[in-house]
Every structure is written in structure tokens, then in C-alpha cells.
């Protein structure tokens, strides 16, 4: 079975971790290292033959522009994950509609094929800004990633309706707790545990979508001083999480989000665990 596999295109300074302790530090350099790091990415999913939907922040995009045709070598596809690095619930729509239509015309240019997906920084769309899709729509996306968890919604499964996806988190639930399957708790939970609820929901006949950032592989990261709390949130299990992932790669079949809704012979009731479509 066909799972999504996808990678939050940012670098180490970006994350909201980092925001919060960076601001007040003028005097920290803010090495780039996301070139080596998507690299590092790119080999170990050709080796496994893994394809996946890269969400490239804006900024990034802009200052290396020939990250693009490196990862569309691969096969692999461009989604967008906004211009700045910032939570879309913290936007008026009105600003949130001009970071999207800047990265939307910034990737549009650089990429070969449309970009189609979208994943909004920290995974902020929900109850509150749900309007943020109506926007992602009038910009031509087709497939949202910015749900935590999916909440209550008609699902709208005809096929003539199927004009936007929109594919939560995926997790498997232990009573009223998900273990989201990518990010930091790929790199906090046992490998073990991943991949026995990985295979679970596949035997269940549910696919799942796993998400990783470049600088996780990065055993070499930038430090700064944090709470414990955040310390354990940006650096715990940096130094295995490259085996984990190959771990993962080896163990199950992945494709981009583009590929995965392109192809048949996934029947409605198995997508209706999934995603949902608006």
C-alpha cells in the first residue's frame, strides 16, 4: 500500500522553537543549513525509491532557487508552506492572502509542474481560520495539509465534489491521545512502537502520511540556550532520527501527495479515513 511521505522544507532558525528564543538575539548567526540537509534527504529517498511533496518555505525557495530542480530531479513534487515561517492563525486574512499569493507566484516560477499543495508552518489551519482554505482554493491549490487532527465536517465523498483534499496529520489515537506519525515524535517515540502502529493502520487498510524537516537529520545543528521543554522539542533524538527514517523508508512504500491522489484503485471508504474532501 501506497503511503504519503512528505518534508517541511525550512531550516533549523525557523522553527517556532528557535522564533521564540532568536528574536531578542541580534548577535546569533543564522547559519544556513538547509542545502546539505535536503541533500541528505534526497540520497536516502532515492535509495529506497520513496518519492515525496516538498512544502518549501517561501524565503528559502527565494535565497536558494536551485533547491527546486534538486528535488524535482527525484521525482519528486512542490507544495508551498507559506513565504514567512509563521502560523496562519496569527494572520488577518487579508495578510494571510498576500503571504499565499507571494510564495504561490515565488514557486510558480521556480517549479516545472503546478503547485498544487499546501501546508500551512505549525500546522495553524483549523476551527478558528477554517477560511484559510476558501483562500488556498482561489489560489489554485488542490490539496491542504495543515490540520493537527481532522474535526467534524460533512465530507463531501461524490466524485464531482472532489475538488479540494484536505489530509490531517495522520496518527494512530490511544484513547483520547495521537502519536502523530513524523516531526519530533518520529524523533522522541521508540522506532519500534512507529513502526508497529505504521503497519497497523496499513493492515487496517488505512494509509498514513509521515512528515519530516531537514534539519532533524542535522547532527551538526546550531545550539541555543531553551527551556528544557523546548530543548527536548528541538533537539532530542537529532543524533538517531537519519536510521529511524531510513527504518521507516525501508519498511513502506511512499509517494508524493500528487502521485497518491493521481493513482487509482484506492476505494472511497479507505480515503474517507484518511482525508476529506471540501
Not at 88 to 117: M, Q, W
Not at 132 to 150: H, Q, V
Request: proline fraction near 4%.
Amino acid at each position: 500500500m501506497n503511503n504519503i511521505l512528505t518534508v517541511d522544507c525550512e531550516d533549523w532558525f525557523h522553527t517556532e522553537v528557535s522564533q521564540k528564543y532568536l528574536r531578542d538575539k541580534s548577535d546569533v548567526v543564522l547559519e544556513d543549513r538547509i542545502n546539505e540537509n535536503v541533500d541528505m534527504l534526497l540520497k536516502e529517498f532515492r535509495e529506497y525509491k520513496a518519492r515525496a511533496t516538498f512544502f518549501v518555505l517561501g524565503s528559502v525557495a527565494e535565497k536558494f532557487p536551485d533547491l527546486i530542480p534538486r528535488i524535482e530531479e527525484g521525482g519528486h513534487r512542490i507544495g508551498a508552506h507559506g513565504y514567512a515561517h509563521t502560523s496562519a492563525f496569527l494572520r488577518t486574512a487579508a495578510e494571510f492572502d498576500k503571504d499565499i499569493e507571494k510564495v504561490t507566484r515565488l514557486l510558480g516560477r521556480l517549479a516545472s509542474r503546478p503547485v498544487l499543495s499546501f501546508r500551512a508552518p505549525n500546522w495553524s489551519i483549523g476551527y478558528r481560520n477554517f477560511c484559510a482554505i476558501e483562500i488556498l482554493k482561489k489560489y489554485g491549490y488542490r490539496y491542504d495539509s495543515s490540520l493537527k487532527r481532522a474535526f467534524h465536517i460533512k465530507k463531501r465523498i461524490e466524485a464531482e465534489q472532489r475538488q479540494f483534499i484536505e489530509i490531517p496529520r495522520s496518527g494512530k489515537m490511544l484513547w483520547h491521545f495521537q502519536i502523530p506519525f513524523g516531526g519530533a515524535f518520529l524523533r522522541l517515540y521508540p522506532l519500534n512502537l512507529m513502526l508497529h502502529l505504521m503497519r497497523e493502520m496499513n493492515q487496517g487498510g488505512s494509509p498514513f502520511m509521515v512528515y519530516v524537516h531537514p534539519w532533524e537529520v542535522d547532527r551538526a545543528i546550531p545550539f541555543i540556550e531553551t527551556s528544557w521543554a523546548d530543548k527536548v522539542i528541538q533537539y532530542q533524538g537529532i543524533s538517531e532520527n537519519l536510521e529511524k527514517i531510513k527504518a521507516v523508508l525501508a519498511s513502506f512504500e511512499f509517494v508524493s501527495i500528487e502521485e497518491f491522489f493521481e493513482e487509482k484503485g484506492m476505494d472511497v471508504m479507505s480515503l474517507d479515513r484518511f482525508c476529506f474532501f471540501i
